[in-house]
């Protein structure tokens, strides 16, 4: 297995509505990552998990939250979001951190409309 | 801190043209380079790597020679076709620091191939 799975891949939301991202790699890899991307523009690194724990938040805003419940097993729990928060959300996963020698991963992403 | 410059796009050819877009980077240390394309409504895909010096990184008729000299990671192909229509992202991590963990992207090139 050689991908990086993601659920679902729309999902429509309300401000007041809490959703959960869901992401899954059964590579062996011991990092993943969660990315924001906005149409026509490259993605924007998120959060960092490495061997499970958190090692990079970057500064998002406490409406996002990650959650790493296995090595196999990325979430992203959504709430009290706002319109400017509608996206595609990229997980992605690497062998080793920093993913110099082997590349990142992607899963091909959940488009979040937030209305 | 580390950054990636892409040619400004968008690239329209026509099939069977020569293609070339151009990377350049900035990094501290010693990084590691990719290509990733991202078709129509999809994830981000690995196209090419290099992780050191004088590398060159092909796939699928693309190709990409890392020079520290020019500090350049330019993509061509010798024969697009209307299936490469996609966007380009040039991209790199390097070791250590505050990018620990971080894949640095460039703004990307949209390329658009007529039959």
């Known amino acids: 297995d050689t991908e990086v799975t993601q659920t679902p891949k729309h999902l429509v939301m309300g401000m007041t509505n809490k959703k959960s991202l869901k992401c899954e790699q059964h590579?062996?890899?011991?990092?993943m990552y969660w990315y924001k991307q906005k149409a026509k523009k490259p993605p924007e690194l998120m959060f960092v998990?490495?061997?499970?724990?958190?090692?990079i938040n970057e500064s998002v805003p406490s409406r996002f939250s990650p959650e790493c419940p296995n090595s196999s097993l990325l979430n992203l729990h959504l709430h009290a979001l706002q319109p400017e928060d509608s996206a595609l959300y990229l997980c992605?996963?690497?062998?080793?951190?920093?993913?110099?020698?082997?590349?990142?991963?992607f899963g091909s992403g959940t488009r979040l409309t937030v209305v | 801190g580390n950054s990636v410059t892409q040619m400004e796009g968008p690239v329209t050819l026509s099939e069977e043209a020569f293609l070339t877009i151009n990377c350049t980077y900035t990094?501290?240390?010693?990084?590691?380079l990719f290509w990733y394309v991202q078709y129509p409504g999809e994830g981000l895909q690995l196209l090419l790597k290099?992780?050191?010096?004088?590398d060159k990184g092909s796939n699928k008729g693309f190709e990409a020679t890392y020079r520290k000299e020019t500090t350049s990671f330019h993509l061509e192909k010798g024969s697009v076709q209307v299936s490469d229509s996609a966007v380009y992202f040039c991209?790199?991590?390097?070791?250590?620091?505050?990018?620990?963990?971080?894949?640095?992207f460039g703004q990307g090139t949209i390329l658009t191939v007529h039959p």
């Open positions: 998990y490495s061997y499970e724990k958190l090692s």
């Open positions: 991209a790199l991590t390097a070791p250590g620091g505050t990018s620990y963990g971080k894949l640095t």
């Open positions: 290099a992780t050191k010096a004088d």
């Open positions: 992605a996963s690497s062998q080793e951190t920093q993913g110099l020698h082997y590349g990142y991963t």
């Open positions: 590579m062996g890899h011991r990092a």
């Open positions: 990094a501290t240390g010693y990084p590691s």
